[in-house]
């Protein structure tokens, strides 16, 4: 049995170090919330399987080997011989102890669960790959979302089970990429459903409202060594304020833009795109809005595709500073 089960493990493990590496190399798409709910399982599996069989069964061991030395001296004491005074402690110890394959499996499964639970359900972490989101967030930016913010979603699948609240206007969101759901993505809540978002020659209009912008110092940009134009937009109805940025020699017009569900929603010129925001759908914005690949481009982001409400910047090991929240 402990042979089977010590090749067993180790092909399981490898398939879990194969599939990694193959992740790492590029050779598969990974999933790491598919691979963390697995990881969760087969722990599992192994953890229930070592409380009701496995260590029982070690502990039955150390009981047979205690009743036979018992016997011994017994029968040792009924013959008038010496009694047999044998310590006991290192072949306790060595008969109760893990093997190998429960220690790399039942053992990891308290820690491979809270992260799993903590990951799921409640707060991830993420790294800001690019600048779309400059001045608000830099790139290396390691931030947290909160992942029940906009309701509990079950992990995989992504469904939700439970209501919380839903997305405003300003928000910063992660959320899946629509062209390729296996990435995430994030950028800022402009649109909510019914909304008409219009984005004309760099001014965001939501509903007909120009939304204000008040000039802010320029903005240097350390990584391509360069000035932006730097403004701070306030959303429609004055509750929230966050910072923008522009460049005069980028275009208005949206080059290149995607064949999109509901793409007859948008109208698009040489002055920009207005879109209507269909029902169950989002419409995203990068705060540099000059250098952000979003919905202007991809479309609009389904309910189904939210994943959590971003809010904190936890480290930057470049710049130590950046530690704290964001609106």
Not at 7 to 13: D, E
Not at 116 to 144: Q, V
Not at 165 to 170: D, K, L, N, V
Not at 272 to 290: E, I, L, Q, T
Request: net charge positive; glycine share 8%; hydrophobic share 45%.
């Amino acid at each position: 049995m402990t042979g089977f089960m010590s090749a067993l493990t180790a092909l399981v493990l490898a398939a879990f170090v194969g599939y990694g590496g193959a992740w790492y190399m590029g050779v598969v798409e990974g999933n790491f919330a598919l691979l963390l709910f697995l990881a969760t399982f087969v722990t599992g599996i192994y953890w229930v399987a070592e409380r009701l069989y496995f260590l029982p069964q070690r502990r039955r061991a150390v009981e047979v080997l205690e009743a036979g030395v018992a016997q011994r001296q017994a029968e040792n004491l009924r013959m008038g011989l010496k009694s047999d005074q044998t310590d006991l402690s290192q072949a306790r110890a060595k008969l109760v102890m893990q093997p190998w394959w429960l220690d790399w499996t039942a053992g990891l499964f308290p820690v491979i669960v809270v992260v799993f639970l903590l990951r799921s359900f409640l707060f991830e972490p993420f790294k800001i790959p690019s600048g779309s989101m400059i001045p608000t967030l830099m790139i290396n930016d390691l931030i947290l979302v909160n992942k029940f913010h906009y309701g509990v979603r079950l992990p995989v699948l992504n469904l939700k089970v439970l209501d919380n609240h839903s997305p405003q206007r300003g928000d910063v969101m992660v959320f899946r990429y629509p062209p390729k759901p296996s990435l995430d993505y994030i950028k800022r809540v402009v649109g909510v459903p019914g909304d008409e978002v219009a984005y004309l020659n760099k001014q965001l209009t939501v509903n007909g409202k120009p939304l204000p912008k008040q000039a802010l110092p320029e903005f240097f940009d350390p990584d391509v060594l360069r000035y932006s134009k730097q403004f701070e937009e306030t959303t429609a109805d004055g509750q929230r304020k966050y910072r923008i940025l522009n460049e005069d020699d980028r275009p208005s017009f949206i080059q290149a833009t995607e064949d999109f569900p509901n793409r007859a929603n948008c109208r698009y010129s040489t002055e920009g795109v207005v879109c209507k925001v269909p029902a169950g759908h989002y419409f995203m914005m990068g705060d540099n809005r000059d250098n952000s690949l979003d919905s202007r481009y991809w479309g609009f982001v389904p309910e189904k595709n939210i994943v959590g409400k971003a809010f904190f910047v936890w480290m930057n090991f470049g710049n130590l500073k950046r530690i704290g929240a964001f609106d």
